[in-house]
């Protein structure tokens, strides 16, 4: 499953007042993430991207992905086990000229419900 989302980042935005978009993602497990910084964002336009209200890229809390005219593609094994929870993209742009919009893409393997337990439990016999 594909999230893709073009985020405004509008100018003069801090990293302590950023633009920030979520969405709800099911079970599973984030695989890939395309980050793409158009023409003219110049490093200004900085972002990270977090789950269960930890950042998890960069991992690093003090660091963030930027770029120009570039595509962040990283390949991921982040996984979603206890319940479906939100993805944030939180990004901000120092330029004080112009607004510029970054696409996010964040593939997700969803779980298959039932498992190795369904499997056990029909082997056996065993209704849920």
């Known amino acids: 499953m594909w999230w893709i989302k073009d985020i405004a980042v509008t100018k003069n935005t801090s990293r302590s007042s950023p633009v920030e978009t979520e969405t709800e993602v099911p079970l599973g497990t984030i695989e890939r993430v395309i980050i793409f910084f158009p023409p003219g964002c110049l490093g200004y336009v900085k972002t990270t991207l977090w789950i269960y209200e930890h950042q998890f890229l960069p991992e ?5 992905i930027t770029g120009d005219d570039y595509v962040f593609d990283m390949p991921m094994d982040k996984e979603i086990r206890d319940r479906a929870e939100k993805v944030k993209v939180v ?3 120092t330029a004080t000229t112009y607004d510029h919009t ?11 419900p039932g498992g190795i337990t369904q499997a056990v439990k029909s082997v056996f016999g065993m209704a849920e």
């Open 60 to 64: 690093n809390p003090a660091g963030y």
């Open 91 to 93: 990004a901000w742009n």
């Open 102 to 112: 970054i696409t996010v893409g964040i593939f997700l393997r969803e779980k298959k």
